[in-house]
């Protein structure tokens, strides 16, 4: 659905209904429950390997297991859309996610815990494209942005979780229990905010293809006579920008703790902070976002935000402490706020694609980083130091920099008049 306002001005001046106000409320939900199941986890990577004995080129691999899963799995994502509709989906695999987790936290394995890594990175990726489609139907109903609080409620969830699991940690709570009652409380969120989701399914292909057809094209050549070389070449850009975001998040969930506990020396407590700093950061960047976006415009922001990561990153791994590190990964959360959520976006809008096409090719890919992102980074920490491991922050900003000039830099009247 998509709202239709004459003019800028009616646009704005238009309350949104309580139907809308009311999905508004469902998809934050999502989105948060999506950030506490995952945040849960994170802060028990360090104490899962060094229970199962694992290595730092081992423990990436399976931490890459997620990602593997999430891009194996994720190109279901629109059609599963089409014939579930959005938030049904990311109703259903987010409790799959759930399930899937306890399976992890009492895996005793390695040869376990990378099966069920990678079918808890499947339908997570499936979960995150359902609320992300859903998030963007509501947006249009609003007529502002209204995208990057949603991944601010997300950083709300994750900083909730992790912090939460830091605690439990702390107090030698069971990693088992702790994820079990995440879990369920996870779930029972879910369902309860289903119920107010926007009614009536998401734009499908058929109907895409009826109005072609009605314009006296059949729908492949309507298809392929709209996909344009430079419509391709922005989706590959979109793809890139999504992987830097991915990259940054990835480094936080996966070797913060690992760095700031081993390499310099913090206490099993402490050495959570940096993770927390970032996803804190990203919350208060998110929230930021939409007026700054609707301001500035995407280009502008997200060029800002590949600015602080790269400076951010590369000050504190040249001058390492753990006040600085800390700062440092606060700094690259808050400028990679409105990377990923800008990327989906750019993506969902392009034109010559079918619904949902674009956002589920970036969704997909963008998850080359979290694959890409632990084997990489725990081979070189093995080879040389996990400090040198780390530069993948400050490469993935400098990726941004070169990658935001394919995103809408129009302010809030130009776009929300065109829709």
Known sequence: MTSTPATSSDASSLAPSKKTRNARVAVSTFFFTNGVLYASMVPHYPGIKADLGLDNSTYGLAIAAYPAGAITLGLLAGWL???MSSALVSVVFSCVTAASLILVAMSGSFFLLVPLLFLAGGADALADVGQNAHGLRVQKEYGRSINNSFHAIWSIGAVSGSSLAALLITLDVPRTAHIIGVAVLAATLQFTAYRHRL???DTSVDEVELTDAADGATPN???RRSVSPRTIFILAALVLLGVA?????DAGSSWAALYL???LGAAAGLATSGYIALVGAQFVGRLLGDPLVDRFGQRTIAYAGGALVLGGM?????FPSIPATIVGFGLAGFGSATLIPAAFQGADELPGLKPGTGLTVVSWLLRLGFLLSPPIVGLVADATSLRT?????????LVVLLTTGVLDNRKREDVFARQ
């Open 81 to 83: 859309i089409r014939r």
């Open 199 to 201: 009614p009536g399914s």
């Open 221 to 223: 050549t309507a298809a």
């Open 245 to 249: 975001g991915a990259l940054i998040e």
């Open 261 to 263: 506990g081993g390499s």
């Open 314 to 318: 590369s000050f504190a791994l040249a």
């Open 389 to 397: 491991g780390l530069l993948v922050l400050p490469l993935a900003g």
